[in-house]
């Protein structure tokens, strides 16, 4: 059964650092997002894509994030410039269409900023 | 206010009983979808079940199924028969038709089975 993969699977890196998630999501699919889930806390919604362009973005995804697909399979997280409080779970999902269309979500790479 | 609510922070449910887990939604769309995810100790999200807004039965999926109450605005999960795999987190979710693709996910509920 096709599913979203995310690399890497955890991510330790220094305050100030740029770190870039990967994502492939499933083939088929149309629009992908990304969300954060701070331990202990809910999942958020940071961003979603289609059509190789932002189509929603909440207001944590500010400046300091950007996303990108650069191939045909490939969908990326940049932090640019990473504060302590992105420490977190980053999922990515996937979905064939918009709406409400299920989404389905990889297993997450979990970033930890010292 | 919360698009999502899940009341019950942790469940404990016998092994072979089943358990009802809570989820109420606010939204003034006609249309949208409800989902519920597990998420177990090892951190992957995945996806249950989901009931659509006009969708007239409740959604089974094996021993999950979604007790959808239009009128409340509740879509509880109801889990069969528990197993001990089954103690994980449970994320109550909604996505609107009207305002864009997002998912709004509730606190979660963990859910603890006892043999």
């Known amino acids: 059964e096709p599913e979203v993969t995310q690399t890497p699977s955890h991510q330790v890196t220094q305050m100030g650092q740029e770190v870039i998630l990967r994502c492939v999501p499933i083939?088929?699919?149309?629009?992908f997002y990304w969300y954060r889930q701070i331990l202990g806390q809910k999942v958020e919604f940071l961003v979603s894509?289609?059509?190789?362009?932002?189509?929603?973005k909440s207001e944590i995804f500010d400046d300091q994030f950007s996303v990108e697909r650069p191939d045909g399979s490939n969908f990326t997280l940049k932090i640019r410039s990473t504060k302590l409080e992105d420490s977190a779970m980053y999922f990515c999902?996937?979905?064939?269409?918009?709406?409400?269309?299920?989404?389905?979500f990889g297993p997450g790479t979990r970033l930890l900023v010292l | 206010a919360q698009k999502i609510t899940q009341t019950q922070p942790g469940m404990f449910v016998q092994e072979k009983e089943a358990v009802t887990l809570d989820c109420t939604y606010d939204?003034?769309?006609?249309?949208?979808?409800l989902f519920w995810y597990k998420q177990p100790s090892s951190g992957e999200m995945i996806f249950l079940i989901y009931?659509?807004?006009?969708?007239?039965q409740n959604a089974t999926e094996g021993r999950y199924s979604l007790n959808f109450q239009k009128a409340r605005k509740s879509a509880n999960l109801v889990i069969s028969a528990s197993q001990l795999g089954d103690s994980a987190m449970y994320f109550c979710?909604?996505?609107?038709?009207?305002?864009?693709?997002?998912?709004?996910f509730g606190t979660g509920t963990s859910l603890t089975v006892i043999p």
């Open positions: 083939s088929n699919h149309l629009y």
């Open positions: 939204t003034s769309d006609q249309s949208y979808g």
């Open positions: 009931q659509g807004s006009y969708d007239e």
């Open positions: 894509f289609y059509n190789n362009e932002i189509s929603e």
């Open positions: 999902a996937s979905s064939e269409g918009g709406s409400v269309e299920t989404q389905y």
């Open positions: 979710a909604m996505r609107e038709w009207n305002t864009g693709n997002q998912f709004y």
